[in-house]
Structures are given as C-alpha cells and as structure tokens.
C-alpha cells in the first residue's frame, strides 16, 4: 500500500447542458458545477462543507462518501453553482407578458409613484416564473467522486515524498548509531588509563616500577562501574528496533500516521538517555544530531494519515 500525506487539494467543474426536452419544460439544467476539496493534518477526521442552499440536501452523501475514503485530516469541501442563462435566455411568452402588464397596472393604480418595469426586471421575472428546480445531487455525486479520486491521488504523491524523506532520515540515525558503538569501549579503556596515571602519581612510584595488585584492582573496579554508568548499547539497539520498525511501516503504507508517532517519541527517548550518559564531546555531539534527525521525522510525521 503507499504512504498518503494529509495535505492534498483537488478542483474539478462540470457543464451541464440542458437537453430540447428539459429546455421545453423550462428546467435550469445549463449551468456549471465546481467542486473543490483542500485537506491539511489533524489528528482526526474534520469534515467541513460550504454548499449553496439548493445543494444542502447532498451533505449527508457527500460525507459517507468522504468517510469512505478518508481516515485523517481536515477536510473542507466546497461547492459552487454558477448559471449560464446569459447565453439561454428565452423570450417570455405572450401569457407571462400580459399577466405582468396586467400586475403593473394594478400596482400603478394604488401606487402612481412605482416605477415602470424595466426589460431587465421583465426577463429576471419572467425566467423565475419560467424555471423549475431541478436536481443536482446526482451530477455533484460523480463530480465529488471526481474530485475526492484527485485529492488521494495528490495525497499519494505528497506521501512518497515525505517517505523518501524519511527513509533518509532513518538511515542516517543508523549511521550515527554505528558511529557510538566502538566509543564506549575506547572511553572505558581511556578512563582506566587515566585512573592508573592518578593512582600511580598519588603513590609517587617511579614508571619502571610497576603498581600494586590493589591498585590494578582497584584500576578494574572502577572502569567497571564507569563502564557500567556510560553503556549505551540498550539504548542503541532499542534506536535500531525502533527504526527497523519504522521502515517497516513505510514499507507497508496504509494508516501508519499514529503508530509513526508514538515510535518518533520513543526514538527520541533513546537519544535523550544516549545524551545523559555522555562522557565524551563525541558522543555529546552525536546524540544532539541524533534529536535534529528525530525532530525532523516528527515534523513529517504529522502530515502522514
């Protein structure tokens, strides 16, 4: 399956034509329908619709629809109507004419301060009293499955972008934990060496001679117990598991957004522990690198579904 980013945008618009038997009866079919869908990160599934008056009535169809496809994000869906009746206008007929002459004189009779009816407001009236409603919802049903196709397919190709990027991400975390491996070995031998220097200079012994058994004891309990407080290697195969895991899910696609999370949270534990056993500037430098990677997988994160 791919990974899908919560950030998408489709737009797609429909003429619809009416045909000589609907233009006959009068039906207001020559108009044009735009459907718009913008989506961006969330937690959870926020469906907001703008649809104009005669389209309420498609909202609950429009959001199974939308469910259907979509598990995360919020998802706003627009919905425009704009008529082509510049180009269809009729000529009113001769009962419509008479029937708003005959109105007008009676308006004019109480009221001798009214204006005339103008051609506009003639034609304006003439094509409500003409038009009879007609319904959009199945044309706005294909039309939004239309829209609803391009939006996942935007949020298909923003997902194997940020895949990519993560997968990189993820591979240089393994290379800095590579890199703290062989460090806590050195560092143990370091301290022990510099604990034998200070034992020897408190005794004043001369360098050919050589130290007590007590003290090379006492040199090996102490890098011990230091070997002990600096070991990194559960934190650094806990980092290997979580990013095993990691590519794992990018690998499968699906519904990952949530579970990519709680692994990023725990990946940044581990640095964190790598960064308090710190003995070294090396080390110090590599768990600091390490939280930049984390940080920049999380930022990411919260745009896959």
């Known amino acids: 399956m791919s990974v899908y980013s919560m950030t998408g945008y489709a737009a797609v618009q429909s003429n619809t034509a009416a045909s000589g038997e609907q233009e006959q009866a009068g039906t207001?079919?020559?108009?044009?329908?735009?459907?718009?869908?913008?989506?961006?990160?969330?937690?959870?599934?926020?469906?907001?619709?703008?649809?104009?008056?005669?389209?309420?009535?498609?909202?609950?169809?429009?959001?199974?629809?939308?469910?259907?496809?979509?598990?995360?994000?919020?998802?706003?869906?627009?919905?425009?109507?704009?008529?082509?009746?510049?180009?269809?206008l009729k000529a009113p007929s001769s009962a419509t004419l008479q029937r708003l002459g005959s109105l007008e004189d009676s308006i004019k009779a109480w009221l001798p301060q009214a204006a005339a009816l103008s051609v506009a407001d003639v034609l304006r009236i003439a094509t409500n009293e003409d038009k009879k409603p007609h319904d959009y919802s199945e044309d706005l049903l294909k039309l939004a499955k239309k829209a609803l196709k391009d939006l996942l397919a935007a949020r298909e190709r923003e997902g194997a972008r940020l895949k990519l990027m993560l997968v990189d991400r993820t591979a240089q975390l393994r290379k800095l934990s590579e890199l703290a491996v062989p460090m806590v070995p050195k560092l143990v031998e370091q301290q022990k060496a510099r604990f034998l220097e200070r034992w020897q200079e408190a005794m004043a012994l001369p360098d050919s001679k050589a130290l007590p058994e007590a003290a090379q004891d006492r040199a090996l309990a102490e890098a011990t117990a230091f070997a002990i407080r600096i070991d990194v290697a559960e934190e650094i195969t806990r980092l290997a598991s979580h990013l095993d895991e990691i590519d794992r899910l990018l690998e499968g696609g699906g519904e990952l957004g949530k579970r990519l999370d709680f692994l990023i949270q725990e990946l940044h534990r581990e640095a964190n522990t790598l960064g308090s056993k710190s003995a070294s500037l090396e080390l110090t430098r590599i768990s600091v690198d390490m939280k930049v990677l984390i940080e920049q997988i999380r930022e990411q994160v919260q745009n896959i579904e």
Request: proline content about 3%.
């Open 28 to 88: 207001d079919t020559n108009t044009r329908l735009g459907v718009e869908i913008r989506s961006v990160n969330s937690r959870f599934l926020d469906l907001a619709f703008r649809l104009p008056d005669e389209l309420r009535q498609a909202e609950p169809a429009l959001r199974d629809l939308l469910v259907a496809k979509l598990k995360r994000g919020k998802v706003e869906m627009r919905v425009s109507i704009e008529s082509a009746s510049a180009s269809s």
